[in-house]
């Protein structure tokens, strides 16, 4: 395996599409709402909009108790948290979903890729994560309050451009213990060009590697079993070494 990457090493090969391959929320969450197509939204009465706050590390509604109104809902790099009117920690009594958003910039096939699971499983009534592309749902994981397993999954689906992909947690009952962890990403044709510029090439390995160590990060998951290992860095390297983007 090492013989093989080591000859791979110094080839580098043009994707055949011009426009981002891969949107991966773990390197692009951003301080900037709508940066690298993301956005992050909340949704309170059927109403969708922009977060307003940004603290270091995470955007919320308004996070701080000391302020009324204040609400746990917030999202990270890599965890949620929804409102409830059932809430906890001084928090005011309103139902909000955590909803991380991505607009679509050119009409194409595109997997979905997600993993979602309770990081607080101390208590609580669990959450509830939905998929969804516009208005219609592609996905439903109802998480007990101490599965940190969860769940993940690959969605293949075409996607018109300005059609909105949303990732949405809600409290269920209450929103005590409700800290959920999740990765999302979505990939275009060329699945293996993990940093976008347009090359197949060592920085994308460096980045299928870190993945890789780790094995449930989804950013490597090429063969979309929901694990990064072995079976996807064979994919990998003929597409490297063979000058090809698939
Ligand atoms: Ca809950
Ligand atoms: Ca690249
Ligand atoms: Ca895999």
């Not at 309050?145 to 293949?156: K, L, P, W, Y």
């Not at 993990?194 to 994308?204: I, K, S």
């Not at 090429?222 to 079976?231: I, L, M």
Request: net charge negative; charged share 15%.
């Amino acid at each position: 395996m090492l013989r093989t990457l080591t000859s791979a090493l110094f080839i580098s090969a043009a994707c055949t599409t011009s426009f981002a391959q891969v949107w991966d929320i773990s390197r692009d969450f951003s301080a900037v709402q709508e940066e690298h197509d993301w956005r992050y939204l909340y949704s309170q009465d059927g109403v969708q909009q922009f977060m307003h706050n940004y603290a270091p590390e995470y955007w919320n509604v308004q996070y701080d108790p000391a302020v009324n109104p204040s609400y746990w809902t917030n999202i990270s790099k890599d965890s949620m948290h929804p409102n409830s009117v059932n809430t906890s920690g001084g928090r005011s009594p309103v139902n909000q979903q955590a909803v991380l958003g991505w607009k679509c910039g050119a009409s194409a096939h595109y997997i979905i890729r997600y993993r979602v699971y309770k990081s607080n499983t101390g208590c609580g009534d669990g959450v509830l994560w939905e998929v969804r592309k516009g208005a219609g749902l592609l996905e439903l994981v109802n998480l007990p309050f101490n599965d940190n397993i969860g769940h993940a999954a690959s969605i293949e689906t075409d996607i018109d451009i300005a059609q909105l992909v949303t990732f949405t947690l809600s409290p269920l009952v209450n929103d005590i213990c409700d800290t959920t962890g999740y990765q999302a990403a979505i990939f275009g044709s060329c699945q293996f060009d993990l940093n976008r510029d347009g090359l197949v090439d060592d920085a994308d390995f460096s980045i299928f590697i870190g993945a890789y160590n780790d094995l449930v990060t989804i950013s490597g998951d090429f063969n979309s079993d929901g694990f990064t290992n072995d079976a996807d860095f064979l994919l990998f390297v003929p597409a490297y070494n063979q000058l090809l983007c698939p």
